[in-house]
């Protein structure tokens, strides 16, 4: 489908439901850009974790098979975010301030949740879907680089996520 095209005007539901990008960071200056998955959890408390959504009631393929099918199978060039962030806020939902995000290498994630399956999922009882989840600390003992941001406060591995004012994200 070229992006020209006005049948492109759905290119932004088929990024999200196909590739798992949610938004995009452009370093116009460099002529670069890259996706992002974006997962954002409402309520009280950060639970310090990555989810990824590993069956639905459905049978619908999830995040989980999606992206590893793309990561199995790079020859075949399937598209899939570089970057995922998790948030966490509070309600009320929109409108909640930030409590606690991280962002880590897409690449990293799946390649430590396939190392490390989740043994004790955990289901959304609204809608019945169960996500898999990855502690933050953990996948920074094995290694990955996981940046936070506190609130407003950033604390992030030593600048790989460059922001376009060159300073880290």
Request: glycine share 8%; aromatic share 8%; proline share 8%.
């Amino acid at each position: 489908m070229p992006v020209e095209s006005a049948a492109a005007k759905n290119m932004t539901t088929d990024l999200d439901v196909l590739a798992g990008i949610d938004a995009w960071q452009m370093l116009d200056s460099e002529g670069v850009m890259r996706g992002i998955a974006s997962r954002v959890q409402w309520g009280p408390d950060s639970w310090r974790t990555f989810t990824i959504r590993r069956e639905r009631p459905t049978g619908t393929p999830t995040e989980l098979a999606k992206r590893l099918r793309a990561i199995d199978n790079p020859r075949e060039g399937w598209l899939l975010p570089a970057l995922t962030i998790q948030a966490y806020l509070t309600k009320p939902k929109p409108g909640g301030s930030l409590i606690e995000a991280a962002v880590v290498r897409t690449m990293d994630l799946y390649a430590y949740a396939q190392m490390n399956p989740c043994t004790k999922p955990r289901q959304n009882p609204a809608d019945g879907v169960w996500f898999d989840w990855y502690r933050w600390d953990a996948l920074r003992r094995v290694g990955c680089q996981v940046g936070t941001v506190v609130g407003t406060k950033q604390h992030l591995d030593d600048g790989l996520f460059p922001r376009p004012d060159g300073g880290p994200i």
